[in-house]
């Protein structure tokens, strides 16, 4: 079994199924991850959003493209897409990361959108 699975299923047991799908990829993993890390923003669960983060940056840190690149296009740059993750970015995502994904995220979210949140990133 690969690296990042084990570690999936350490931190996400719950999601058993679709991790061990024979069909299952690092990207459906983050696509499973995304709608969980907004929900727990919303919720205010922060041991939820520890897992989901450092996970994500795990896979960031790799050097295996399939995992830094699946953290980048299935998780990172949909952050700017709900209010209630973007405005946390700062918390959550290292200096790093943010800059790695910098140029993922203005373009889903728009020059303008994407300056604010910078903006708001660095104050």
Not at 41 to 61: M, P, Q, S, T, V
Not at 75 to 103: A, Q
Request: glycine share 6%; charged share 30%; aromatic share 14%.
């Amino acid at each position: 079994m690969s690296t990042w699975r084990r570690k999936a299923l350490e931190l996400f047991p719950d999601l058993r199924n679709e991790i061990q799908r024979g069909d299952s990829t690092i990207y459906t993993v983050f696509f499973e991850l995304l709608p969980r890390c907004r929900q727990a923003h919303l919720d205010g669960n922060e041991e939820e959003l520890r897992k989901i983060y450092g996970y994500a940056e795990w896979c960031h840190h790799q050097t295996a493209e399939d995992l830094w690149n699946a953290a980048g296009v299935s998780f990172y740059e949909h952050l700017g897409d709900y209010e209630e993750t973007r405005t946390e970015m700062k918390k959550w995502i290292p200096p790093d990361i943010f800059e790695d994904v910098s140029g993922l995220l203005e373009l889903m979210m728009g020059k303008k959108k994407f300056a604010e949140l910078k903006k708001q990133f660095y104050s």
